[in-house]
């Protein structure tokens, strides 16, 4: 079957997936084709029942004048005309139920198509009180092991890859969908809320004590000791140059020459002490740290200049600017990867998911604390919604037209109830024969 959208001389890979959705639909086409053809089968034989009992019925009467004498086509006769009798109604009350027999607008038949809304509604109340309530869905869903599944499904390297594949190859698609403009409006908006209800200044403490703790702060005393030194080494000549310039001009050159080995010689003394691990540089500097912490942690002073230089920062263009181009860059750097033979993201989504699928299959206790959380959570989920969900019922049978309800119904349990003609054409006929019995037995007492 050609599936292609315009003809079949097109490229394969235009209307591939055609297939899937066709292969997806063809056992309900099948299903529904099937049904009605085993509908009108067995219609056409309770039709044909019903005429030959009919048939049956008048060549016996006119055999029983002609014959009175064959007393069993008296039997025969008053079992087809009863026979007729009930098929004739089954047919009139199975008809009804659908149409109006015959096309005639008898009272209280097209039961189905003139009642849709109320048996839509009735569909969905059932369904709503006896399908969705919390007691069956815990029932049902405690019984589906969700983590062991997924786990057992994530732990095939075929199947973690695919899923990884598919996540990496559908993130372009979002990145797009991202405007730059509505991202730079999210990120001022929403960023300069969060940082108007944090509290900048005991978060920047708790990072302070943190390096306190690991000794950071007095590398970095070190750090700034050792790069001073190498200015004052590296500026030795600046230092004699200027010191001979703001000299007088009757000063000799040999005092000038002391007065700089001197100040070299204070310089020096002092970063040796500034090097030392107890020096009174580095308690000062750690009394200066602590008083830093507190004031950070306690001062409301701290605390609002720091949020308003931080708000200032937001505001500035300049921040625009680098937050777009730093967007601009990570989805760039993002799409490409995606979409790479050996993409990096799809490499790191699959070892997670393996990772995640072996860790669940080796942890039963975390499979049943997932599968007690997907439980109580779907069944939760669901029975919160079971309004909505059981209302589908009703709303989809209110957008069809009445034909279509009958015809859907009708291909469903049509078939069952040709079957309730051809009974109630026996069983009609076997009535009949046992009244006629019992007439003649009254009548010969």
Partial sequence: MCLHIRNCDQEPGQTFWLKPVFKTLHPFLMQGQEQEKQLNRMRLVATGLLVFMAVLFVATRALEARYPALGFIAFISAFAEAATVGALAD?????????????????????????????GEGLSDFIEHNFLTREVLHEELRAVDFAGVAARWLADPVNSRAVSLQIARGLPSVLHLLEDDDVQRYLQRHLGGTLGRIKPGPALADILSLLVANRYHQEAFTRVIEAAARVFENHQPYLRLKIHENSPRWMPRAIDNKIYLRLLDGIQEILDEMREEDSEWRHHFQEWVDALIERLRTSPEYEARIAAFLQDVIQQPLFHNYAADLWKNARTRLIADAVADDSRTAAHLEEALLSLSQGLLHD??????????????????????????????????????????????????????????????????????????????????
């Fill in 91 to 119: 047919w009139f009350a199975v008809t009804a139920l659908f149409r109006h027999p015959l096309g005639l607008p008898i009272p209280h038949t097209a039961i189905i198509p003139r009642n849709k809304d109320r048996i």
């Fill in 364 to 445: 039963t206790q975390l499979q049943s604390r997932m599968n007690e959380w997907i439980h109580e959570f779907t069944t939760e989920l669901i029975f919160t919604r079971r309004e909505f969900i059981a209302d589908l019922v009703s709303r989809v049978i209110r957008t069809w037209d009445a034909e279509t309800v009958s015809r859907k119904l009708e291909q469903y349990v049509g078939k069952d109830l040709q079957y309730i003609r051809i009974n109630g054409t026996l069983v009609g006929g076997l009535v009949g024969l046992l009244l006629h019995a019992v007439s003649l037995a009254l009548a010969g007492v």
